[in-house]
């Protein structure tokens, strides 16, 4: 996959996380629960989190892949 930045080859790997992986628009001091036009990406409590994402180590850039999740979306 070329990177939308630079052109240049990302490499395909994972983005691991814990619980909770959210997309918002400002800062969530409390919840992650997703606001309006915010996407809650996962909520696993007892597993990690894994997304298939391709990383660009020149302009360090990450492009992470959620169509195989099913998203809460404010």
Known sequence: MKCPICSDEMEQGYLQTG??????????????????????????????TVFTAYICKGCKKIVVDYADKEIQQG
């Open 19 to 48: 619980t909770r992986v959210a997309w918002t628009k400002k800062i969530h001091k409390v919840s992650l629960m997703p606001k309006d036009g915010e996407i809650l990406l996962e909520n696993n409590l007892m597993k990690q």
